[in-house]
């Protein structure tokens, strides 16, 4: 595909969807759309087919909920024998006896 510069962002952005026969065309003056705006289209293109308004918000925010607990599988589960012995760490820091424990875990 040729890049044309900015000629390329003053074309119009087309969205079309067909379901059951009926056809939704959504033109934009531009192609260079931000996200608020492509959820808007989608938004838009949903109604016109007939899903309503609740609908359409519940399932972003499942979707939310799935991509918040994709990111929370990301992180690295704790490792608890390093947990552990910081716990015994700090707790001989507070002690009277640091130094034994010093010297006994060189």
């Known amino acids: 595909m040729r890049n044309n510069g900015v000629a390329d962002f003053i074309k119009p952005a087309i969205f079309t969807a067909q ?8 033109e934009l003056d531009h192609c260079d759309l931000d996200m608020n705006e492509l959820f808007e289209v989608f938004r838009s293109i949903a109604l016109s087919h007939g899903f309503s308004e609740e609908g359409f918000e519940n399932q972003i925010k499942d979707m ?43």
Request: aromatic share 10%; proline share 4%; glycine share 2%.
């Open 19 to 26: 379901m059951y026969g009926k056809k939704v065309t959504i």
């Open 64 to 106: 939310a909920d799935i991509i918040r607990e994709d990111e929370e599988d990301d992180y690295p589960k704790p490792n608890e024998a390093l947990k552990e012995a910081a716990e015994r760490y700090i707790h001989a820091m507070k002690s009277d006896n640091f130094e034994d424990y010093q010297n006994k875990n060189d």
